[in-house]
């Protein structure tokens, strides 16, 4: 063996690196290892993977422990397909782990068709209930939570683990239906769908309370909490959200973030802190920032992190923390750009609702359109409302009256026929302050629309009107 390597690395074929036994070899080009591999009979080839397969687990253990993708391969073309559909599998959650979506995402499409060229098994249905819901937390972020390439593995989960059940088999995993029940529930919250979602919310949490046991729980208290605040119950919402969070085990839960999107503690505090300044709590609200932010990076985890600062962000720009808003904004920006994540690339969005707040109208319009175009293209509806009466607002700062009531009219009817009214207190203050600006040119009424405004967020307050408020 080691005088036919020297001969080829003799004829420039071959170049060694480090010296032997550690040495690893290189062929020159990537043609030339496709000419030497097209010259193997196909069965001496499936014995030589074999054998490179045999001896990765038995003397380079760690090698093939850490990159199961690279066994998976060899498993793949000596023939050994039962064994490769595991590996394959573990190197999808292996990658999902250290959010490298794009790559978790193909060794996970990889085992899915090695699944359904195997005769139907018990433990291979349950493979292939695996992979559809690794590819559909890969692709959330990816694709977009709502693209009907991430709604299509969830709905076809679903319909694998009713046919699994149909046919006696057991699950093993209590919480891969309730991840499945996640991505469903995901998929209504982008397409907003207020009604729905509630619903969906409620099925969730009352699974969770028949299991009694504190991941459930967990996830159907965030779950719950979503749903009423963005629904507008946002004193409801908190006390979900302050049940989620004393739920939250570190040791037992971190582990559960490539099955539910992002870590959950990182999602409860961010959102919790939007119920917080909602209900006047905005010292509160920005130490919850604080918080969800200081722990995604702690975790070190992209789609968790992404998730931080693509929330928090908002109450910032809400707060009037323009600077730390536009910082949070870059860096959700990069970090997109760098996972390949479309979900996230809305940044101009989010620097034009800055921009419109601040008063420069101009790149705010221009932004927020690109921003807004972005986001429909995932599929998502969720927050336009809110970018829509920012819209409008800028519009009306550069004195375009019919677009300015074009839009803020779009913002008040989608409040109303998506049920998403936890905004709707901000979209009734800018439509007043609208109509105060183009008074005397046909648009008058501002009085009555700031007394919506008040009128939302006092249903909004809920149970904590009258209530001292603390920081």
């Not at 890969?138 to 683990?161: C, N, S, V, Y």
């Amino acid at each position: 063996m080691a005088s036919a390597l020297d001969r080829l690395i003799a004829a420039g074929l071959l170049f060694r690196q480090v010296v032997p036994p550690h040495a690893t070899y290189l062929f020159k080009h990537a043609l030339v290892q496709d000419a030497a591999y097209g010259t193997l009979l196909r069965e001496p080839r499936r014995v030589l993977h074999a054998r490179i397969a045999e001896t990765l687990e038995s003397q380079f253990k760690e090698i093939a422990d850490n990159q199961p993708e690279l066994l998976a391969r060899h498993c793949t073309e000596a023939g050994l397909i039962e064994k490769t559909v595991g590996l394959w599998g573990k190197a999808g959650q292996r990658l999902l782990e250290c959010s490298a979506l794009r790559e978790a995402a193909e060794q996970f499409i990889c085992g899915l068709g090695l699944v359904e060229s195997l005769p139907t098994t018990a433990a291979l249905r349950r493979e292939q209930i695996n992979f559809q819901v690794g590819l559909a937390n890969a692709l959330m972020h990816t694709a977009g939570r709502a693209a009907p390439e991430t709604k299509a593995f969830i709905d076809q989960a679903r319909l694998l683990i009713e046919r699994a059940e149909s046919l006696g088999d057991t699950l093993e995993d209590p919480l891969v239906l309730f991840s499945v029940l996640y991505g469903l529930w995901n998929a209504t919250y982008i397409v907003f769908n207020g009604e729905a979602l509630r619903e969906l919310s409620v099925e969730i949490l009352t699974l969770a309370e028949k299991q009694w046991t504190p991941a459930p729980l967990m996830i159907g208290h965030r779950l719950m909490a979503m749903s009423l605040l963005h629904t507008g119950d946002v004193a409801a919402a908190q006390a979900h959200f302050d049940r989620a969070v004393a739920l939250y085990d570190p040791a037992a839960h971190r582990p559960l973030t490539t099955r539910f999107g992002q870590d959950a503690r990182v999602a409860i505090l961010a959102f919790r802190s939007l119920a917080l300044w909602l209900l006047g709590y905005p010292k509160s609200a920005l130490a919850d920032c604080d918080q969800a932010v200081g722990y995604a990076r702690e975790l070190g985890l992209a789609a968790t992190l992404m998730y931080g600062l693509g929330i928090t962000r908002l109450q910032h720009t809400l707060c009037g923390n323009y600077v730390t808003a536009n910082a949070l904004i870059d860096e959700l920006d990069a970090l997109a750009n760098d996972k390949g994540a479309v979900f996230w690339k809305v940044a101009e969005m989010y620097r034009g609702w800055v921009l419109a707040l601040k008063g420069e109208a101009s790149d705010a319009v221009r932004m927020i359109i690109a921003g807004n175009r972005i986001s429909r293209s995932t599929g998502t509806t969720v927050y336009l409302p809110l970018s829509a009466s920012y819209l409008a607002s800028a519009y009306a700062q550069l004195a375009r009256l019919d677009d300015a009531r074009r839009c803020i009219g779009e913002a008040i009817t989608a409040t109303e026929t998506t049920g998403e009214r936890w905004c709707e207190a901000e979209i009734n203050r800018i439509a007043g302050e609208i109509a105060l600006r183009f008074t005397g040119a046909g648009y008058s009424g501002s009085a009555s629309v700031f007394r919506a405004s008040v009128n939302s967020s006092s249903r909004a307050a809920g149970k904590v009107m009258g209530t001292p408020r603390r920081h």
